[in-house]
């Protein structure tokens, strides 16, 4: 059995599990340094991506512990004893740690695969870009003078990706889609539609939404659940009200609250937990955000709140931030601590506080304060364009808004 202690760039995931990326490359996983790849789905069909000679490279890479670079996103992660890709997937599929002792890829397909089928979205988020959201593509038009039109898709002949697919599921126990929204792409639900008919339905599915719908063309997303064993939804949210909307650009949050009751009200049940990208937008805000969600029984357990971290681009990240703002986010967070309390009184307070500690952690690393005027640039662009005022929205950070030098 491989010793985490022993081994600490150690990942299962490259024995049990394929990223398929809107632009068909194959991956490990979606945390990967981008010049890793096996394959791609538009040459090679998934079966031989996955018995190919590059999978084996990459897991010798691990074995080796010369994965240092390639996995460089979960060590930084680590490193502030955050939960990193790897640290929770070593957690989730340890029982298939004995997969990496001998070299069985050839007899043992993947227990777990990473699709997004397209970048059709229907928001622009601040801290996204046009690779991930057709959404962007008119302003990104504008600002960088591109001609983006036609959505990337994994695929245009979904029966033709359905045979690459339907080989390598016999082994699969769950599937994570993500996109662009898949909530609104065809490909995603004429997939779990094969799934159904295919009699699949004991694969988990999992899934990062922007909530923003649950019905699209004749599809009811729930109503299609309810033939799946098990369902997990992550709502990709960073703030609520009136901050939610700046962040996420495209939706009004009454929508998103009246989908998470919809979901939370469900026969089936349905795993609900809501996935924070802790930007310097919406750093300050958290704690706040955190006790709404509480109080309004979204979620019940410190467990159902991922945190996840901005890195690129740059200006986004929390280390920008100056020793001023730091102090006066550690106070925010400090202030907060004891007060996260649910309506029935339970105080899950501990819980949180460790997620908040992670946030705070990542602040101890190397300050970006070149990028300021950068974030102040674009910040002040997309004001601009979309009408609105950063400073008002998130009066925080106004001197960052504001300031000429630093
Ligand atoms: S260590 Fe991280 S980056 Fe590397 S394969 Fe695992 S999850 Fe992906």
């Known amino acids: 059995m491989i010793d985490e202690l022993e081994h600490k760039y150690f990942c299962i995931l490259p024995w049990i599990h394929l990223n398929i990326n809107i632009n068909g490359d194959v991956t490990p996983c979606c945390r990967i340094q981008p010049d890793v790849k096996y394959g791609s789905t538009h040459t090679d069909n998934l079966t031989d991506i996955w018995k ?39 957690f989730v599929f340890k029982k298939h740690f004995h997969r990496s002792l001998n070299d069985s890829h050839t007899e043992i397909f993947p227990t777990y695969l990473d699709i ?32 983006h039109i036609e959505p990337i898709r994994l695929t245009e002949n979904f029966n033709e990706l359905w045979s690459s697919f339907h080989k390598i599921l016999t082994q699969v126990e769950s599937i994570y889609f ?5 909530l609104l792409q065809d490909e995603h639900f004429l997939f779990l539609e094969k799934l159904i008919e ?18 699209y063309k004749n599809w009811n997303a729930l109503d299609i659940w309810k033939n799946f064993k ?38 089936l049940e349905i795993y609900f937990a809501i996935h924070i990208t802790v930007s310097v937008l919406n750093v300050f805000r958290i704690p706040a955000s955190i006790r709404f969600w509480l109080d309004h029984g979204f979620v019940t357990d410190a467990n159902q709140l991922v945190i996840n971290f901005v890195e690129h681009p740059k200006y986004y990240n929390i280390n920008i931030l100056n020793d001023r703002e730091i102090e006066s986010l550690k106070k925010i967070y400090l202030d907060s ?3 996260f309390v649910l309506p029935s009184g339970l105080n899950i307070s501990d819980g949180i506080n460790i997620k908040l500690s992670h946030i705070l952690a990542k602040l101890s690393q190397e300050q970006q304060l070149e990028q ?14 979309r009408n609105e005022n950063t400073s008002l929205i998130i009066p925080e950070l106004e001197a960052l808004m504001t300031e000429d030098t630093f």
């Open 52 to 90: 190919s000679a590059e999978v084996k490279k990459f897991r010798n890479e691990v074995l080796s512990q010369n994965n240092k670079n390639s996995c460089k996103d979960c060590t930084q992660i680590d490193k502030t004893n955050g939960l990193s890709h790897r640290s929770v997937s070593n």
């Open 116 to 147: 997004r089928f397209s970048n059709v979205c229907n928001l622009k988020c601040r801290t996204c870009s046009s690779k991930y959201s057709t959404g962007w593509y008119s302003e990104t038009n504008r600002i960088e003078n591109t001609n």
């Open 178 to 182: 993500a996109g662009g929204e898949p």
């Open 198 to 215: 295919h009699k699949l339905t004991h694969i988990k599915l999992t899934y990062n939404t922007n909530l923003t719908h649950l019905n």
């Open 230 to 267: 098990s369902v997990s939804v992550s709502a990709s949210l960073d703030g609520h009200g009136e901050i939610a909307q700046y962040l996420r650009k495209g939706h009004q949050w009454q929508q998103i609250e009246s989908n998470i009751n919809k979901i939370k009200k469900q026969s």
């Open 337 to 339: 601590k004891e007060s």
């Open 372 to 385: 300021r005027s950068e974030f102040r640039r674009i910040t002040q662009e997309l004001d601009k364009l």
